[in-house]
């Protein structure tokens, strides 16, 4: 495959053409392509063959703060390419243009934008996409330089010329092999890296609570303020030891910039020369079930440790139309390595006093904006009677969905279990066949065998009975409008479900260039589990 990106098109909110790039060929316009586009069904895939036009198109999208990114080609290309290649071009923007990426900072800045996509793809072809690497090539100009122009006074060489001592030597230039991913001569009054590991929930419980599936997606956000070119090697490690990690992290993705061989050779260590910055590091996944106990070989439930245990209950109340959401709170305690590791980080890790973990580092995790969610079926009208223990619960009638938010500082308190009784209401339907004022309506049957003369015991068994198969009609009813499953969001500071932690953060001081003698970093570690509805429990 040998294929090239043809045209770039962007269109804001609206979908009215923003911007249009051609890198090569004759492609489809902008107002032609959206059409085409949009005859296909949400939800659109990032990948579309328009067959029909002249010559067939492929086209590749993306969606991104109600913007839509368009990509073209006609001829057979790695589609993961381009798609990777309209994220780093969001990336792009955001770095020099400023998050959140709308539509006027593309058209007010379209000498900037301008360059970029020139940059980043040359007549079709991939090229450069590190916003490190583009700060050197895109020029852009500063508000100085604006005023400069407009009053037509000389330019950066002569004012540079007239401010500066000519006679202080200037910055030397490192003899060192070109990085793409860094700028040149990088300076920085404070030295520092700081690690960030964040991993996202994904767990399906069965109604007995036994673990269907659970995963952490995790990521490694690094940020290096670091003078001249470091040499950095991140030390990470597992549970079970740093032995096993590289049997424990599965489908790891790495930034450019670190040494695949150092990790073959050695698991578990991150050898790099960072770009400067913010950047991720690092990507990972990690199957939490394979947790074997013992010499079984079985997957135990036990060893899934999750902050919250949620337990739906349904059909309760005389009629069935009521159903209760058990929360239990698990008070996550930190680990010893934690505390002992506290001296090496300044960041996230400790408070700097024995004995007293700050709040939301590994020693004192903290669980915040915990929320669950509950969907409803479509045939339930309304709640009739929402009893929260706990929070704030709220149903939401267009979208058929109940969520209950715990605030965070009832969380911290004593109280570990919270619960909430709800009613539903069905249909009208339902409601107008149930209650009839004139005593008749269709498929009842109202044939009378019984003698004129009966005691006021029979009289009492077939009210009795009749209350009973109403009573078990409005079951079955009402069994129809109970929940099937229900999802928990939450987000914990100081701890991973994977157990993974960063060990050192170590600078190569022998192979670092620039970086002055003396100088120590000042280094830190935040953790961080993200649920965004990613535990969800079946019913």
């Given amino acids: 495959m040998n294929g090239v990106v043809e045209a770039l098109h962007i269109y804001d909110d609206n979908r009215s053409p923003v911007l249009s790039h051609t890198y090569t060929g004759r492609p489809l316009s902008a107002t032609h392509l959206l059409p085409l586009y949009l005859e296909h069904p949400t939800p659109r895939p990032n990948l579309i063959y328009l067959p029909n036009t002249s010559p067939a198109t492929l086209v590749f999208g993306l969606t991104h703060a109600n913007l839509l990114f368009l990509a073209t080609s006609s001829t057979e290309i790695e589609p993961l390419l381009?798609?990777?290649?309209?994220?780093?071009?969001?990336?792009?923007?955001?770095?020099?243009?400023?998050?959140p990426l709308l539509a006027v900072k593309i058209e007010n800045n379209y000498d900037v934008v301008a360059q970029l996509l020139t940059e980043m793809c040359d007549a079709g072809t991939i090229s450069t996409t590190e916003p490190n690497?583009?700060?050197?090539?895109v020029e852009i100009e500063g508000w100085m330089g604006k005023l400069l122009g407009s009053i037509n006074l000389p330019g950066k060489t002569p004012l540079s010329s007239n401010f500066s001592n000519s006679s202080a030597p200037a910055l030397p230039?490192?003899?060192?092999?070109?990085?793409?991913?860094?700028r040149a001569n990088v300076r920085h009054t404070s030295n520092e890296l700081y690690a960030d590991v964040i991993e996202t929930l994904s767990v399906t419980l069965a109604p007995s609570g036994r673990p269907l599936a659970a995963f952490a997606n995790g990521s490694i956000a690094f940020t290096a303020k670091v003078s001249g070119v470091p040499d950095v090697t991140v030390s990470l490690s597992s549970p079970s030891g740093k032995h096993n990690i590289g049997g424990i992290i599965e489908l790891p993705v790495f930034h450019p910039c670190v040494r695949l061989n150092r990790w073959q050779e050695r698991p578990g260590e991150l050898s790099f020369i960072p770009p400067d910055g913010r950047f991720i590091l690092a990507g990972y996944e990690v199957d939490l079930l394979p947790l074997t106990s013992g010499k079984s070989g079985i997957p135990s439930a036990n060893n899934l440790k999750l902050p919250v245990?949620?337990?739906?209950?349904?059909?309760?109340g005389h009629v069935g139309s009521e159903f209760e959401v058990r929360l239990q709170v698990t008070k996550i305690l930190g680990s010893q390595s934690s505390s002992s590791s506290s001296s090496q980080f300044g960041r996230g890790i400790g408070s700097g006093r024995v004995g007293s973990p700050h709040p939301g580092s590994p020693g004192a995790p903290s669980l915040e904006e915990l929320t669950v969610t509950i969907p409803l079926p479509e045939d339930v009208r309304n709640?009739?009677?929402?009893?929260?223990?706990?929070?704030?619960?709220?149903?939401?009638?267009?979208?058929?969905?109940?969520?209950?938010?715990?605030?965070?500082?009832?969380?911290a308190g004593p109280t570990t279990h919270f619960g909430l009784r709800c009613t539903v209401v069905g249909s009208v339907v339902d409601e107008t066949e149930e209650f009839d004022p004139s005593g008749f309506a269709f498929g009842t049957d109202y044939s009378y065998n019984e003698p004129y003369q009966s005691s006021a015991a029979?009289?009492?068994?077939?009210?009795?009975e009749h209350h009973g198969r109403q009573d078990a009609k409005k079951v079955a009813q009402n069994k129809i409008l109970m929940p099937s499953s229900a999802s928990v969001?939450?987000?914990?500071?100081?701890?991973?479900?994977?157990?993974?932690?960063v060990d050192s953060i170590m600078i190569d001081t022998r192979k670092s260039r620039g970086l002055g003698e003396g100088v120590k970093p000042y280094k830190g570690v935040k953790y961080l589990t993200v649920s965004r509805g990613g535990v969800e429990i079946r019913c």
């Fill in 82 to 99: 381009v798609l990777e290649f309209l994220h780093r071009v969001i990336d792009v923007f955001e770095d020099f243009l400023g998050a």
């Fill in 133 to 137: 690497a583009l700060r050197e090539t």
């Fill in 173 to 182: 230039v490192l003899n060192t092999p070109a990085l793409p991913w860094r």
């Fill in 309 to 316: 245990n949620l337990e739906i209950k349904t059909g309760l």
């Fill in 383 to 411: 709640l009739s009677d929402i009893r929260p223990s706990r929070g704030d619960a709220s149903f939401n009638p267009g979208e058929k969905m109940l969520e209950w938010h715990v605030p965070t500082k009832e969380l």
């Fill in 458 to 464: 029979k009289v009492d068994t077939a009210k009795t």
């Fill in 489 to 501: 969001s939450f987000s914990v500071k100081g701890w991973l479900a994977s157990g993974l932690k």
